[in-house]
């Protein structure tokens, strides 16, 4: 079985608002690419919500934000909110539309990140202070729009006529125990090994004591531990199908193990497509086949095809080049079906 600690779903289907729930199931807690309509999410979903990832405030991509606020009230969180520029403005918009004299002991906290190329602009809303806005700060642009102990994620902006962001995010390497070195050490199991493996990850030399025995740590890490990279999900929604965004597209999903793929029209219709600034169904494939995605997820059909949305799913998948629409079975992972599976070897 393929280890991941990912398990996305696609809240509202291929057809309904954008909002994409990634459960971190080794950590108690979820990740949400775009905030459509959630009455699909059950109340514990919505309370794992940590991070919300906006590609734009369209409001099919941005209507959720209430129905999040509302079930977020009353409970000390502190959610992060990653968007384009302007996305800082739209969320004191949402704050500001409610009274708020009756919070002052509340401990929720919305932290916005506002993305650009040149950097993030933070922005602290304090439910306790009525979610007037605090004192922004600027961080540096970087390689990751944001990193913890658990995950890493990258953004991209494509164009929709506005910026529209597209987000990969991976989960950090799994280090594996080999039972017999385990043995062969005489080492009994317990609380040492995620000691050993915090300080693998932080870096921390300090010998480890175990069992009235001291070990080096990159000694004992060497023969004890393996490691099993991280899987990653990366997320595009709304782009004009141009070779620019396409590109763009397939660089920040390089490898990944799924592609979340907005494919909005059929390729006959194009040119809508193009008024629009969407993808079609066979650009969202092209740009899973360049950027060597096992799992492509073409999602946002126009309503337009109403009882024809397999032709989408076939039309994707005959670019991307994988095995029939939507029956791409993903037995041994845990992970997201449907799905298409690149055929062409790539993992």
């Not at 990740?31 to 919505?46: K, R, T, V």
């Not at 502190?78 to 401990?107: A, D, E, M």
């Not at 480890?208 to 999900?233: K, M, N, Q, W, Y």
């Not at 309503?303 to 079975?329: I, Q, T, V």
């Amino acid at each position: 079985m393929v280890k991941t600690s990912f398990l996305p779903k696609l809240v509202n289907g291929q057809t309904g608002d954008p909002a994409l729930f990634v459960d971190l199931l080794q950590e108690k807690r979820a990740l949400l690419f775009d905030c459509g309509n959630l009455a699909a999410l059950s109340p514990s979903e919505i309370l794992r919500i940590s991070d919300v990832f906006v590609s734009h405030a369209h409001i099919d991509h941005f209507i959720g934000f209430d129905h999040l606020l509302r079930l977020h009230l009353g409970r000390g969180k502190r959610v992060r909110v990653f968007g384009p520029p302007g996305i800082t403005t739209c969320v004191r918009g949402k704050l500001s539309g409610y009274t708020w004299n009756l919070v002052r002991h509340q401990r929720l906290i919305y932290e916005v990140h506002e993305w650009s190329p040149a950097g993030s602009r933070v922005t602290e809303f304090h439910c306790r202070r009525r979610f007037a806005p605090g004192p922004s700060r600027q961080l540096p642009p970087g390689e990751f729009l944001w990193q913890d102990e658990h995950i890493r994620v990258r953004a991209t902006a494509l164009d929709h006529r506005i910026p529209s962001l597209a987000f990969a995010v991976t989960e950090r390497d799994f280090l594996n125990v080999n039972p017999v070195r385990l043995e062969e050490l005489s080492l009994s199991p317990g609380p040492w090994l995620n000691e050993l493996k915090r300080r693998v990850r932080a870096g921390d030399t300090a010998p480890l004591r175990i069992e009235d025995r001291e070990f080096a740590v990159a000694d004992l890490s060497a023969r004890l531990l393996h490691t099993t990279p991280g899987r990653t999900i990366a997320y595009a929604a709304d782009a004009l199908g141009n070779e620019a965004n396409l590109a763009a597209i397939a660089e920040l999903a390089r490898g990944a193990d799924w592609l979340f793929c907005e494919g909005a029209f059929l390729e006959e219709d194009r040119e809508r497509a193009a008024e629009t600034y969407h993808l079609t169904a066979a650009q969202a494939g092209r740009a899973a086949r360049l950027a060597g995605v096992r799992r492509l997820v073409v999602f946002h059909f126009s309503p337009k095809y109403e009882g024809r949305f397999a032709l989408l799913e076939e039309e994707a998948a005959r670019e991307f080049g994988g095995r029939d629409a939507n029956r791409a079975d993903t037995a041994g992972d845990e992970g997201y079906s449907p799905a298409r599976e690149n055929s062409s070897g790539n993992s």
